[in-house]
Nanobody
Framework: QLQLVESGGGLVQPGGSLRLSCAASGFTLDYYAIGWFRQAPGKEREGVSC????????NYADSVKGRFTISRDNAKNTVYLQMNSLKPEDTAVYYC????????????????WGQGTQVTVSS
């Protein structure tokens, strides 16, 4: 069974850090671009970051540039999102998803999705 599982979310104070993980089971992530997305209550899901299959290409939403870092460890079949200097507006459920043909700005082009992990930034 193909599955993506996000973990690492939680409650953190403004200015704090979290590292999210996206682990795959039932398939290898080596050939997939991986995107991180988030959805806040009452808002549409939005792209946060993406990494190509090799990790050689990464991109970020303007709102997280300089604060978030995406990385991947194909040996562990896992992709990470390091989130620093967190702000209350980063509060959302964070999802990872796969795409076979490189990163895309279109959410509907991503194939497999995890169940999400909640990130809450609050004092």
């Amino acid at each position: 069974q193909l599955q993506l599982v996000e973990s690492g979310g939680g409650l953190v104070q403004p200015g704090g850090s979290l590292r999210l993980s996206c682990a795959a089971s039932g398939f290898t992530l080596d050939y997939y671009a991986i995107g991180w997305f988030r959805q806040a209550p009452g808002k549409e899901r939005e792209g946060v970051s993406c990494t190509s299959s090799s990790g050689g290409v990464t991109n970020y939403a303007d709102s997280v540039k300089g604060r978030f870092t995406i990385s991947r460890d194909n040996a562990k079949n896992t992709v990470y999102l390091q989130m620093n200097s967190l702000k209350p507006e980063d509060t959302a459920v964070y999802y990872c998803a796969t795409r076979e043909s490189g990163c895309s700005g279109y959410i509907q082009e991503y194939d497999y999705w995890g169940q999400g992990t909640q990130v809450t930034v609050s004092s």
